[in-house]
């Protein structure tokens, strides 16, 4: 069975930032493309950053663009989600998905596999 589990999440003023994990079990790492997608109350789902198994980056939108890093720890099964200057604009539940077609794409509907996902809430 495949599982994800996000962890990282918090309250952070603005400006802030954080780390967030996406730990895995029951496949390999290597043969999976992993994303980060977001989801502000009242607002779809949307997808920030993606990293393929052979390590290729994709970020989407605005909030992919200069603000968000990934990586990932093949020894450690984890993908990681650094957020830098976080805003209030930047408040949802964090969700990793993950795919084994090996491609990034910004869909949801491409991804099979998700976490519960973990909640970042930016506020002064």
């Known amino acids: 069975q495949l599982q994800l589990v996000e962890s990282g999440g918090g309250s952070v003023q603005p400006g802030g930032s954080l780390t967030l994990s996406c730990a895995f079990s029951?496949?390999?790492?290597?043969?999976?493309?992993i994303a980060w997608f977001r989801q502000a109350p009242g607002k779809e789902r949307e997808a920030i950053s993606c990293?393929?198994?052979?390590?290729?980056?994709?970020n989407w939108g605005h909030s992919g663009k200069g603000r968000f890093d990934i990586s990932r720890d093949n020894a450690k099964n984890t993908v990681y989600l650094q957020a830098y200057s976080l805003q209030s604009e930047d408040t949802g539940l964090y969700y990793c998905?993950?795919?084994?077609?090996?491609?990034?794409?910004?869909?949801?509907?491409?991804?099979?596999?998700w976490g519960q996902g973990t909640q970042v809430t930016v506020s002064s």
């Open positions: 998905a993950a795919t084994r077609s090996g491609r990034c794409v910004p869909n949801v509907n491409d991804y099979p596999y």
């Open positions: 990293i393929t198994k052979s390590g290729g980056r994709a």
């Open positions: 029951g496949f390999t790492l290597n043969y999976d493309s």
